[in-house]
Nanobody, 123 residues
Framework: VQLQAFGGGLVQAGGSLRLSCAAS????????MGWFRQAPGKEREFVAAITWSGVITSYADSVKGRFTISRDNAKNTVYLQMNSLKFEDTAVYYC?????????????????WGQGTQVTVSS
């Protein structure tokens, strides 16, 4: 599976962005998908994950209520809608795919990674 994330950019605090992650391969629907982020000088951290069916989702406490993860298996795409953005959301955002069942919260649980897209929130 090859992943390509896009949709990042510069936005003012309180604004919104929608990230997309396009996947190649016909087995996209078999994968748990996740979003992670990494700010300068910090470790990569979990943001959100979604099961293959899209029924079950999970979020980091820091983004709960502001971010929404979703997927369209027909389009081989996973999305991250980010609302009420804060300065501390500034980071490179990565999408990732996990083959084994169960939502993953650690980066080492994921098998494939996209290249990352920069999100910068100005205060």
């Amino acid at each position: 599976v090859q992943l390509q994330a896009f949709g990042g950019g510069l936005v003012q605090a309180g604004g919104s962005l929608r990230l997309s992650c396009a996947a190649s391969g016909r087995t996209f629907s078999s994968y748990v998908m996740g979003w992670f982020r990494q700010a300068p000088g910090k470790e990569r951290e979990f943001v959100a994950a979604i099961t293959w069916s899209g029924v079950i989702t999970s979020y980091a406490d820091s983004v709960k209520g502001r971010f929404t993860i979703s997927r369209d298996n027909a389009k081989n795409t996973v999305y991250l809608q980010m609302n009420s953005l804060k300065f501390e959301d500034t980071a490179v955002y990565y999408c990732a795919a996990k083959y084994l069942a169960g939502l993953g919260y650690r980066s080492n649980e994921y098998d494939y990674w996209g290249q990352g897209t920069q999100v910068t929130v100005s205060s």
